[in-house]
């Protein structure tokens, strides 16, 4: 019973790695796409990523995301270091 369920795995594992590989092959961008990028790179990836990276301030938060992050920056958070001297040295080194 042990070995059949071993050759079942084994043949599992051989058909995904043929699919994988059929799969990247077909799905490799060909060098005549990359003027479609919105970012300059160095070089071209073997694959695109599913996400470009934004510059800092792209996004803004709405709604309950928001009211959290400014309730965050106005509230005890972003202000410990005035109620405690122990907050001001929390990231020094010799801390």
Known sequence: MMRIIGI?????????????AFKDSACMPDSGNSGQ?????????RTRPAFLVLPP???EPTGWLR?????ARDGYTAHMDQYDDEFKR???ADH
């Open 90 to 92: 929390a990231w020094a």
């Open 37 to 45: 990028v919105n970012y300059a790179r160095p070089f071209e990836p």
């Open 8 to 20: 079942m795995l084994a043949e599992i594992a051989l058909l995904f790695g043929m699919a994988c």
């Open 57 to 59: 301030g792209a996004v």
């Open 67 to 71: 009211d959290w992050c400014v309730a």
